[in-house]
Nanobody, 128 residues
Framework: EVQLVESGGGEVQAGGSLRLSCAAS????????IGWFRQAPGKAREGVSC????????YYADSVKGRFTVSRDNAKNTVYLQMNSLKPEDTAVYYC?????????????????????WGQGTRVTVSS
């Protein structure tokens, strides 16, 4: 069974840090791009970051550039999202998503419809 499991969420004060993990199983992880999305209460889901499989190239939404860093460890089938200098507006449920590099690059790395596999989400709350 294809599975993506997020972990590492929690409640932190503004300016703090969290490291999210996305553990994958049930597919050839090395062939897939991994995207991070978030959905704040009452708002639509938005793209946060993405990392490719082939060359490790990354994408970041303007709102998180300079604060978030995405990385992957293919040997562990895991992608990480290091979140620093957190702001209250970062409060959301964070999801990881996966699909083949060719599909993601064609449809768009920040488009949720580019990804066919999704995790259950992990909640991040940033208090001021």
């Amino acid at each position: 069974e294809v599975q993506l499991v997020e972990s590492g969420g929690g409640e932190v004060q503004a300016g703090g840090s969290l490291r999210l993990s996305c553990a994958a199983s049930g597919f050839t992880f090395d062939d897939y791009a991994i995207g991070w999305f978030r959905q704040a209460p009452g708002k639509a889901r938005e793209g946060v970051s993405c990392i490719s499989s082939n060359d490790g190239s990354t994408y970041y939404a303007d709102s998180v550039k300079g604060r978030f860093t995405v990385s992957r460890d293919n040997a562990k089938n895991t992608v990480y999202l290091q979140m620093n200098s957190l702001k209250p507006e970062d409060t959301a449920v964070y999801y990881c998503a996966a699909d083949l590099d060719s599909i993601v690059s064609s449809l768009g790395v920040s488009y949720s419809g580019s990804y066919g596999h999704w995790g259950q989400g992990t909640r991040v709350t940033v208090s001021s």
